[in-house]
């Protein structure tokens, strides 16, 4: 095969730098057969999507939680509608971590190492500077054809040029060590920007999805060397409603990991500003971006106010996140809601509880029936979502679920951060209280299949944060779509979808001037009280009251909610955003504060 040449001054540039470890890239990769199809002429701009971590289907588990279902949605929307956007992520050797139990099926963290079959090799290996060493990337691609997503370029440091140090980069997902998440931003951020200039791709606008890329715009600082030309390229998805939840790192190990790319210290403290020893991610990427979104209309709003006595930021929107309703859906059921034949409706979600009931028998031993009420918390385990609210009453949560005359059945499930002792402690003292419970159970191994199977099986979705913690909390709009009914605080995207006791339950929240202690006691009764009162009562007692919330539930989260709305948004209000028009806004917002 003919040597192609490059098809930039830069990519030559490296070419000539590294012949040994580029040459067989050009040799074999086609750049204009990345894309099955022709773009739509709305989204021709092209774009490059950075995350840490894409959930886009079982097989691939290089995903933790929420940040990934939006990445994967995303990237399934992009392409059902022909848009020009590629995926940067990370291949992660042990992805995020297998959930196991120990001989006392207490919670046990196990890495397992992972091999994909349907990966495509692409050739490419080229050199990255982190730590002030050399280190080989290898790029893996994604083709659209194998899951139906817009093409996703993996980048791998294991690889047997690079040390072991250099190795173990892409390991681990969220490393615990702190040089190893810098030279993990490092790899995705400055890497994946590297790798598109390598491979001659075009690309108009670098999306960031949350800050971890940061080190991608000290790349194209360093390349363009003038900063309004990154602020013309780069926009930003923030997704943590609070400061202390925002990565932060110290300016002096970030220099000494080379996360800056040969952008000088005294820029960077300016980037940091009023601090003068750590860099927070999320300013610098405010100040460094043309444009950025929150995640619901809620979470913008606690954003624009987070950040608002810092200088020098962008524009901060709400794009409200969502999911990709081609993968979640069940034909079946959206069938017989269109059809309305609510008998076979009836009956389709009572067959999709018969299909988690026999993983809940199989992990758990405990045999569960559909025709009763089943409750579901499932998501990412983290003090603030209150995994075991329901639990703080013991005494009155036994009176519900041993009631035979109204029973219920109740599932918890969720991956904890493998060293937040405290989210384990949670998730172990939940199987403690419930083991004996023939109708109560926590199951492990929280991914893709199992998430569908628990928002397929569910009648009630609950989701109970402290408010203005959850910036989305996509996991119910899915349940959603699969008829369930969400019993949730109003945080999130909840707001702008609930109508309470029409297509959810809303639960009161306590006043915002008192304790936490206080909030959360006050809002577990309330919780108690409405399962009591309203969420049970009407199950049972008025099953033509509960049908008909399924089926507005079902209808109210489409099209609103599909992650179609959201990858046309950022292109409407991101990518396709004059620099003018921001510039313009900004100074606008100055003169009136």
Not at 207 to 212: D, R, T, V
Not at 337 to 355: Q, S
């Amino acid at each position: 095969m003919r040597w192609q040449k490059p098809r930039n001054r830069i990519a030559l540039e490296l070419l000539l730098s590294q012949p040994v470890l580029l040459k067989p890239f050009f040799m074999s990769f086609n750049l204009d057969q990345l894309f099955p199809y022709s773009f739509d002429k709305k989204y021709n701009k092209p774009v490059a999507y950075f995350s840490m971590e894409f959930a886009i289907d079982q097989p691939l588990k290089i995903y933790s939680g929420g940040l990934g279902f939006l990445a994967g949605s995303h990237m399934r929307s992009a392409f059902e509608l022909k848009q020009n956007v590629v995926g940067i992520g990370i291949l992660w050797k042990y992805g995020y971590y297998d959930q196991m139990r120990n001989r006392d099926l207490t919670h046990q963290v196990s890495f397992i190492e992972k091999n994909y079959s349907f990966l495509t090799d692409t050739g490419i290996v080229f050199p990255l500077t982190i730590h002030n060493h050399e280190v080989h990337v290898k790029a893996w691609l994604l083709k659209p054809e194998v899951f139906n997503t817009a093409p996703v370029f993996l980048l791998s440091t294991d690889l047997p040029e690079n040390d072991h140090l250099a190795q173990t980069i892409t390991h681990r997902l969220y490393d615990p060590h702190e040089s190893a998440r810098v030279a993990q931003s490092i790899l995705l951020g400055a890497g994946g920007a590297k790798l598109l200039d390598v491979i001659g791709r075009e690309t108009q606008i670098y999306h960031m999805n949350e800050g971890h890329a940061l080190p991608l715009c000290f790349y194209l600082w360093n390349k363009l060397k003038d900063i309004e030309e990154v602020r013309k390229r780069v926009v930003f998805t923030t997704h943590t409603p609070e400061k202390a939840g925002n990565e932060e790192r110290n300016i002096g190990l970030l220099e000494v990991m080379s996360a800056f790319q040969g952008v000088p210290r005294a820029d960077i403290e300016k980037l940091a500003e009023p601090d003068t020893t750590n860099l927070s991610f999320t300013l610098a990427a405010l100040r460094m971006a043309n444009v950025a979104n929150g995640v619901s209309q809620l979470h913008g709003e606690v954003s624009r106010q987070m950040w608002k006595d810092f200088s020098g930021i962008c524009e901060i929107l709400s794009i409200t996140n969502a999911q990709n309703h081609t993968y979640w859906h069940d034909a079946e059921l959206d069938e017989y809601l269109k059809r309305e034949k609510d008998d076979f409706l009836v009956a389709r979600k009572k067959e999709m509880k018969r299909d988690l009931f026999k993983t809940v028998a199989n992990q758990t031993g405990k045999l569960f029936d559909e025709n009763v009420l089943t409750i579901v918390w499932a998501r990412r385990f983290a003090g603030y979502k209150r995994a075991d609210l329901l639990l703080q009453n013991f005494e009155r949560f036994l009176k519900i679920v041993n009631n035979s005359e109204l029973p219920v059945q109740v599932i918890w499930a969720g991956k904890p951060y493998p060293e937040d002792q405290f989210a384990i402690d949670i998730f172990n003292s939940i199987y403690w209280k419930t083991k004996d419970l023939p109708n109560v159970t926590i199951l492990n191994g929280y991914e893709l299949s199992l998430s569908a199977l628990l928002k397929r099986g569910a009648d009630v979705w609950l989701n109970n944060p402290r408010l203005y913690r959850e910036a989305s909390g996509t996991s119910g709009m899915t349940a959603a779509m699969l008829g369930a009914i969400n019993l949730s605080i109003p945080d999130g995207w909840v707001p702008e979808f609930a109508q309470d006791k029409e297509n959810c339950f809303i639960i009161p929240v306590a006043d915002d001037q008192l304790s936490v202690e206080e909030k959360d006691a006050l809002e577990r009764e309330s919780l108690l009280d409405l399962l009591e009162h309203e969420v049970i009562p009407t199950y049972y007692r008025k099953p033509k009251t509960w049908l008909k919330m399924m089926k507005r539930s079902m209808t109210d989260v489409l099209p609103q909610f599909d992650s179609g709305r959201m990858a046309r948004e950022y292109y409407e209000l991101l990518y396709n955003r004059s620099v003018e028009r921001v510039a313009s806004r900004l100074r606008e917002a100055v003169s009136q504060a």
